[in-house]
């Protein structure tokens, strides 16, 4: 290469050496804190509940993918990674992650009742029913909020009959970090 073809270059180089700021970082610049490396480590899994309390579901769940790498696919991560996904609306990746869960630890009430919510969304209802009596007596009928999952889908297995308008009488709620409701809007 000759030197000709590199002067432009060069005054480029030069000129944002002449500027204000030149090479070196102004005092007024805001910058991100630097990590300290014997800082404590934040767990994910803490984190992502946090964020599915505000209501930042796609956050929540990269926080869950990164509990994930850390601890591995349990049971609880499995869980928290559903009811993300179930959040968002997913319910074909919820179910999914919250039927592994239920295999994997098929002692926890909140997945089995998620796992329900998913069910009943997806006009999957004898199933959910089915799968809402498990949490129910997971449980030992103390949860309001599967108890009244349960009451609404065993209504709707007696009135298999119903149409898009009473269908669209129910709502998903969210109540705590991984406990899903369906209520009805009036």
């Given at each position: 290469?000759?030197?000709?073809?590199?002067?432009?270059?060069?005054?480029l180089i030069g000129l944002a050496a002449c500027s204000p700021g030149g090479f070196s970082t102004s005092d007024d610049a805001v910058f991100a804190p630097s990590v300290d490396p014997r800082g404590a480590v934040v767990d994910?899994?803490?984190?992502?509940?946090?964020?599915?309390?505000?209501?930042?579901?796609?956050?929540?769940?990269?926080?869950?993918?990164?509990?994930?790498?850390?601890?591995?696919?349990?049971?609880?991560?499995?869980?928290?990674?559903?009811?993300?996904?179930?959040?968002?609306?997913?319910?074909?990746?919820?179910?999914?992650?919250?039927?592994?869960?239920?295999?994997?630890?098929p002692e926890s009430p909140d997945a089995w009742n998620n796992l329900g919510v998913v069910l009943i969304e997806t006009g999957k209802t004898a199933e959910a029913a089915q799968v809402f009596r498990r949490a129910f007596a997971l449980d030992n009928g103390e949860s309001v909020a599967i108890r009244d999952n349960l009451r609404l889908a065993l209504a709707k297995m007696e009135n298999?009959?119903?149409?898009?308008?009473?269908?669209?009488e129910y709502k998903l709620v969210r109540r705590g970090s991984s406990d899903f409701l369906i209520r009805p809007t009036r």
């Amino acid at each position: 290469m000759t030197l000709g073809r590199l002067w432009p270059a060069f005054i480029l180089i030069g000129l944002a050496a002449c500027s204000p700021g030149g090479f070196s970082t102004s005092d007024d610049a805001v910058f991100a804190p630097s990590v300290d490396p014997r800082g404590a480590v934040v767990d994910q899994l803490t984190v992502g509940h946090r964020l599915m309390a505000a209501r930042e579901y796609e956050l929540a769940l990269s926080s869950f993918s990164l509990a994930a790498a850390e601890q591995g696919l349990t049971p609880e991560v499995l869980l928290s990674m559903g009811s993300a996904n179930l959040a968002l609306g997913r319910l074909n990746q919820a179910e999914d992650l919250l039927r592994r869960a239920t295999k994997d630890d098929p002692e926890s009430p909140d997945a089995w009742n998620n796992l329900g919510v998913v069910l009943i969304e997806t006009g999957k209802t004898a199933e959910a029913a089915q799968v809402f009596r498990r949490a129910f007596a997971l449980d030992n009928g103390e949860s309001v909020a599967i108890r009244d999952n349960l009451r609404l889908a065993l209504a709707k297995m007696e009135n298999s009959q119903y149409t898009a308008e009473i269908e669209q009488e129910y709502k998903l709620v969210r109540r705590g970090s991984s406990d899903f409701l369906i209520r009805p809007t009036r």
